[in-house]
Structure formats: C-alpha cells, structure tokens
T-cell receptor
Framework: QKEVEQNSGPLSVPEGAIASLNCTYS??????FFWYRQYSGKSPELIMF????GDKEDGRFTAQLNKASQYVSLLIRDSQPSDSATYLC?????????FGKGTSLLVTP | DGGITQSPKYLFRKEGQNVTLSCEQN?????MYWYRQDPGQGLRLIYY???????QKGDIAEGYSVSREKKESFPLTVTSAQKNPTAFYLC??????????????FGSGTRLTVV
C-alpha cells in the first residue's frame, strides 16, 4: 500500500468553480500534512500545511484534515486557469516528507 | 534574498560516469534533502541530513552518495552504480526547530539525462 495516495486525475473544473483534491495516508504516526503545487518542469511550491483536525483557510485555499479517517483535502475556490498544475500531498514520516504521486488539475476557461 | 540554489539546471551523463549535483542554501536551515522525481512516480527520497557531518539513507539511496561538510551545502553524487539515473532531481531544506511543521523549501531542480 502506497503510504500517501492521491488520484492522479486529471481533474477538470470550469473557471470559477471549486476544485476538490483528496489524499489519504497510511502512517498514523504522521503529524503534519502539506499541499504543494507544481507547474510542469518546475519545482514544487508550498501552498498550505495543516497539523490539527479541522479546516485551515488561506485566501482561496482551504486544507482539511481528518486524522481518524486518515484523510487530507484541499479546496480551491474560484478556480483560475493559472491554478492548472499538479498538486502534491505530503505527510511527515520520521524526519522527512513522504509525497503522493500528485493530482493533475485542469481549470478550463 | 534567501533561497536554495541547485546547479546545473541540465546535466548529461555518459554511461559509467559519476556526476555531482550541487545544492546550496542561505536560509540557515539545519536539514537538507534530496529527492528524485520520475514521470508518474512522485517524489522519492534519496538521502537527507539533519546536521553537519551526518546524513541518512532514504528509500532509494542505492547508487547515490552525499556529503554534508558545511551547513549550507549538500551535494549529491550519482555514481555509475545507479543504472537508471535519468530523472528530475530536487534538493530541499527545512528548519530543524519545530521539525517539519513548516514543510520544505525546494530548489529549482536539476534535470539529469544519460546519453
């Protein structure tokens, strides 16, 4: 079982809609969770991190964590074509981060 | 401006050759990491270091070597023992204080191709 799992997509949403990206993890010892955005050919950039159950909002982005269900999600409100990228979910594992394979998001005008 | 610098951006390796990828940071971060990214594979951890003169193997360390002689620098050598080195290599760093609560800062990456 992959330790951090994401649907590879592509997830296609129209401009202005809410994009919902999901991630599950298997290691109950994971303490902190991260969402990175990666444009094609570029390095990942951090969007959000969360370590407490519940929701955390930052601008158009909301991260949600449910440790009982081992589930992390990222909501992007008012999606823009510039949000089209691959979104990587990561969880702490010992002293490093374990990454999922990423979900490709396409926002269509 | 603080950040992580990886060089070169593109690197070509001949069969049987060792090559070294450079990673330098001026963020005063204690921990540094090397990942490899292949299409459809996500990021896989090669090596990491939490302190100078100490490093640990990640999930795919075979065929790679590292050193951490200075806090700012964490070079990765891809040896001839690595049979499939063509990939995008990413270096990252993080604050040791608070462990990984704040995630990583990534460099811009090195794309290595075997010719």
């Amino acid at each position: 079982q992959k330790e951090v799992e994401q649907n590879s997509g592509p997830l296609s949403v129209p401009e202005g809609a809410i994009a919902s990206l999901n991630c599950t993890y298997s290691d109950r010892g994971s303490q902190s969770f991260f969402w990175y955005r990666q444009y094609s050919g570029k390095s990942p950039e951090l969007i959000m991190f969360i370590y407490s159950n519940g929701d955390k909002e930052d601008g158009r982005f909301t991260a949600q964590l449910n440790k009982a269900s081992q589930y992390v999600s990222l909501l992007i409100r008012d999606s823009q074509p510039s949000d089209s990228a691959t979104y990587l979910c990561a969880a702490t594992k010992r002293n490093a981060l374990n990454f999922g394979k990423g979900t490709s998001l396409l926002v269509t005008p | 401006d603080g950040g992580i610098t990886q060089s070169p951006k593109y690197l070509f390796r001949k069969e049987g050759q060792n090559v070294t990828l450079s990673c330098e940071q001026n963020l005063n971060h204690d921990a540094m990491y090397w990942y490899r990214q292949d299409p459809g594979q996500g990021l896989r951890l090669i090596y990491y270091s939490q302190i100078v003169n100490d490093f640990q193997k990640g999930d795919i360390a075979e065929g790679y070597s590292v050193s951490r002689e200075k806090k700012e620098s964490f070079p990765l050598t891809v040896t001839s023992a690595q049979k499939n080195p063509t990939a995008f290599y990413l270096c990252a760093s993080s604050r040791q204080q608070g462990a990984l609560r704040y995630g990583y800062t990534f460099g811009s990456g090195t794309r290595l191709t075997v010719v």
